[in-house]
């Protein structure tokens, strides 16, 4: 039995990208030969180049989320670090009861968590429905969020989101997968990403 091919068209989006470009060129170079015409020309140029411009939106809606997020980690941090402070300050006082502590709703533990530079640690083991990626929540965060690379992917995207250990990706498993993951605090990402995991078939 032969060896079984990949499809020519390219699964990452960039990659086709880059090879609908290389597609087009090549048709219009050939132009009258191997049954191609203008009008079929025409057609592969018009969705190669409305695609590119999918693509650079796209690209900017990343570019952005990025810059969103990171933003909005620093203003989250600045937030519980100043009302933290004033907490304390409070809770200090020789006025303070329990009452008071009910008043301002700071009841409870202070916990001594650096959000910026917390990162999940994941560890990935096979089962029978799959593969499990075990991870820690430190008893403070709402839970991780988890992204995955196929070996001929370019990037990682955005798999899932878990809220309690272990999150299984029971999909086939294709040797050289990578995860990595993020806590998250609510719905917004903090702290590091995790050290990848290489899982070998």
């Given amino acids: ?10 699964t990452d989006k960039f990659e086709l990208d880059d090879w609908g470009k290389h597609f087009a060129i090549t ?13 079929e020309i025409k057609s592969v140029e018009t969705v190669v180049t409305i695609y590119g411009a999918d693509l650079d939106k796209v690209k900017d809606l990343i570019d952005q989320k990025r810059t969103q997020v990171k933003k909005t980690q620093k203003d989250r941090t600045a937030l519980t670090k100043t009302c933290r402070a004033v907490a304390q300050r409070i809770k200090a006082s020789s006025d303070y009861t329990e009452k008071v502590g009910k008043e301002f709703d700071i ?19 096979k ?16 839970g991780v969020n ?3 690379k196929r070996p001929e992917e370019q990037d990682f995207t955005y798999l899932a989101t878990d809220t309690r250990s272990p999150y299984v990706d029971n999909e086939p498993m294709v040797n050289g997968t990578k ?15 995790s050290d990848e995991v290489t899982i070998k078939v």
Avoid at 1 to 10: A, C, F
Avoid at 127 to 142: A, C, I, K, R, T
Avoid at 179 to 193: R, S
């Fill in 1 to 10: 039995m032969g060896k079984k091919r990949r499809d020519y068209i390219p």
């Fill in 27 to 39: 048709v219009a170079k050939n132009v009258n030969h191997y049954g191609i015409n203008q009008e």
């Fill in 107 to 125: 009841i409870g533990a202070e916990r001594q968590i650096d959000e910026d530079k917390a990162k999940p640690v994941l560890e990935a083991q």
């Fill in 127 to 142: 089962v029978p429905h799959g593969w499990e990626l075990d991870f820690g929540l430190d008893n403070f965060f709402s």
């Fill in 146 to 148: 988890i992204y995955r």
């Fill in 179 to 193: 995860y990595f993951a993020y806590y998250i605090l609510g719905d917004t990402e903090v702290g590091q990403e």
